[in-house]
């Protein structure tokens, strides 16, 4: 049978050509070629003689012929379905909020010793698909950095924090009073930080710890660059280089005795940001004004204002093979003039916060009653400097602070000058850098797989000299110290980046200005055991 007679006889079947796809092309041609073969046997020359292999002809066109029928069928349904559109995807189901993929990585904290990212936990909603006018889910992502819900080009965002102290206080062979001993929620705090748009930036930090109920920070923060950043509210003070380290991460559980001399937290305005390549960070700050050791209550005025200027220069901080590459140096100072009791300390403590000095208030000198208030210029500065190199880190500043004091409304004002000093160094014997910013355990506590965390070994000298002039018209020499040193030896076991547990022994000596003071202090060193236990993220 020639090729000619096959291509007849599938004309003859139906087998013309169609649009199908591949697949369906090549059982086509399957069944063009058996048709073919069967007719071509078919039209094969009969003799007249009756032949068995008749009924067997007969029988195979029959199967020819729903072959043709089927195969027909098959063009038919395979047409529609080019024709048609295509379906509608099925929509997705709602994604589940907390649909966790737990990660295991190290972390390095946004430092300048950079180490291993931590073990997190990140949650990240799942993607709507993209279609005109709808943008893809928000990413929601929970890790020991907090909780943290962001837009999905990452513009936007919007982080929740917490920090919990939970401390204890043991004094012994020494004076304490019985308020002071024991366990206490040093500090408790929700905070919540966010940004809209990568240039506008907030933060909102209320306290719940100690006593009463506080909100210590509020600010807004307008970044128009690294190095070119307006900040609008409440916030630390930029002057005292330990108090800007968080309190999460300091060598030990409370500030030394030169935190004294610097305010805590006010309001106003402040411009800072880093310049040439990170290598320098600075500060300009004009703020309310409050004396040494206070925080603003949000709404406290006088005709004063402080301004604040600080520099503080890593030279070597780019150079990451350079033994320097983590010293720092600054120098920090403020000068301004506040009025009454907004101006002066409302008291200097010890490393264990029991108060070793305050001026008088409310007292009753020479049958007139005193309360010390302050009247004139304020002016403080601050040489300061950090290293850190490996598991080894270290800090110290100089403070001298001044001020302008009466003893009373007309009385005649006093020039007063207090002066105090620190250094504290710690070393991570187990080999984890050291960084203002923490330790990252290589290893989190896990007892299953024998990890212990990190451990630190930490130790402080510390001095505080308050003037002589105050005494005895400003300040009891009964009752406050003339001067304080210090030192305290502490250890603190990071089982994660998170949780932190702190041990120190403190020991204080003070001197007195009056040869036999009545006042508990003055009279032995105090001595105390504080512990904490801390989780911040």
């Not at 090729?3 to 169609?18: F, P, Y």
Request: hydrophobic content about 40%.
């Amino acid at each position: 049978m020639t090729i000619n007679t096959l291509q007849s006889i599938s004309g003859q079947a139906g087998l013309h050509a169609s649009p199908f796809p591949a697949p369906r092309r090549s059982l086509r041609a399957a069944l063009a070629a058996v048709l073919g073969l069967a007719f071509g046997v078919a039209s094969l020359p009969l003799s007249a003689a009756p032949d068995p292999r008749d009924e067997e002809i007969r029988l195979l066109r029959e199967q020819v012929r729903q072959l043709d029928i089927r195969l027909r069928q098959l063009e038919t349904k395979d047409a529609a379905q080019t024709a048609a559109p295509p379906a509608a995807p099925t929509p997705p189901a709602a994604p589940t909020p907390l649909a966790a993929t737990a990660t295991a990585a190290q972390a390095a904290p946004a430092t300048a010793a950079p180490a291993a990212k931590p073990a997190a936990v990140a949650t990240t909603a799942a993607a709507a698909p993209a279609t005109a006018g709808h943008t893809d889910a928000p990413k929601f992502t929970i890790n020991d950095r907090g909780i943290t819900l962001a837009s999905a080009d990452g513009d936007s965002a919007l982080r929740l924090r917490a920090l919990v102290q939970a401390d204890s206080r043991w004094f012994f062979d020494g004076p304490a009073a019985p308020a002071n001993e024991g366990f206490l929620l040093r500090r408790a705090r929700i905070i919540f930080e966010g940004r809209f748009g990568r240039l506008f930036q907030y933060q909102i930090v209320p306290e719940y710890g100690g006593s009463s109920v506080s909100l210590i920070d509020a600010n807004i923060n307008l970044a128009f660059a690294p190095g070119f950043q307006v900040k609008f509210g409440k916030f630390k003070a930029p002057l005292g280089l330990e108090l800007l380290q968080a309190d999460s991460w300091a060598f030990f559980p409370e500030r030394s005795l030169a935190t004294n001399l610097v305010p805590n937290r006010d309001i106003g305005v402040q411009l800072g940001g880093e310049l040439f390549g990170r290598t320098t960070e600075y500060q300009l700050a004009i703020l309310n004004g409050v004396g040494d050791g206070r925080s603003s209550q949000n709404a406290e005025f006088d005709r004063g204002k402080d301004f604040v200027a600080r520099v503080f220069a890593r030279p070597f901080r780019n150079r990451k093979d350079s033994f320097l590459e983590g010293l720092g140096l600054g120098i920090a100072g403020s000068v301004g003039r506040q009025e009454g009791d907004l101006g002066r300390t409302s008291g200097y403590r010890t490393d264990a916060q029991q108060t070793l000095f305050s001026y008088r208030s409310n007292v009753v000198v020479n049958n007139i009653r005193q309360t010390v208030i302050q009247d004139g210029s304020t002016w403080r500065y601050t040489p300061q400097l950090s290293y850190y190199n490996g598991p080894f880190g270290m800090l110290g500043e100089y403070v001298v602070s001044t001020v302008n004091l009466r003893a009373a409304a007309g009385q005649p004002a006093r020039e007063i000058t207090n002066k105090a000093w620190q250094v504290a160094a710690g070393y991570v014997v187990t080999g984890e850098n050291s960084s203002f910013n923490g330790v990252i355990p290589r290893n989190p506590f896990n007892l299953e797989k024998g990890a212990w965390g990190a451990l630190e070994l930490a130790a402080r000298f510390d001095k505080l000299d308050i003037d002589n002039d105050v005494f005895p018209t400003l300040a009891d020499p009964n009752a406050s110290a003339a001067s304080a040193s210090s030192w305290t030896l502490g250890a603190n076991w990071y089982l994660t980046r998170a949780f932190r547990f702190s041990l120190n022994y403190v020991q204080t000596g003070l001197k007195s200005a009056t040869p036999n003071p009545t006042g508990g202090l003055q009279r032995k060193d105090e001595k105390a055991i504080i512990t904490r236990a801390q989780i911040a993220f």
